[in-house]
Nanobody, 121 residues
């Protein structure tokens, strides 16, 4: 089995920072792309940031210049550093990874359980 576990969410004031972590565990043969998504109440889930195996990154326009995605291959962990937070960043944040697990012929997308981020004064 493969599990993704997020941590680091919570309450932040506008202009503040939070760092999310997503650790993958299980019988993992290979990681492909990894990403962070978010879903605010009444809205569809949207891509926030993604990172490829080669380290190329992509960001939603709404977070460019404020959020940074990174990964630690040795720890099977992806991070999302969120700076200059705004109330509109309030959402449940999910990490996702395209992974080939041991014994599988193909890769699959795995999701974490989500972590709440609330930005409010």
């Amino acid at each position: 089995q493969v599990r993704l576990v997020e941590s680091g969410g919570g309450l932040a004031q506008p202009g503040g920072s939070l760092r999310l972590s997503c650790a993958a565990s299980g019988s993992i043969v290979r990681f492909n792309d990894m990403g962070w998504y978010r879903q605010a109440p009444g809205k569809q889930r949207e891509l926030v940031a993604s990172i490829t195996t080669g380290g190329s990154t992509n960001y939603a326009d709404s977070v460019k210049g404020r959020f940074t995605i990174s990964k630690d291959n040795a720890k099977n962990t992806v991070y999302l550093q969120m700076n200059n937070l705004k109330p509109e960043d309030t959402a449940v944040y999910y990490c996702s990874a395209n992974i080939r697990r041991l014994g599988a012929l193909f890769t699959s997308d795995y999701w974490g359980q989500g972590t709440q981020v609330t930005v409010s004064s």
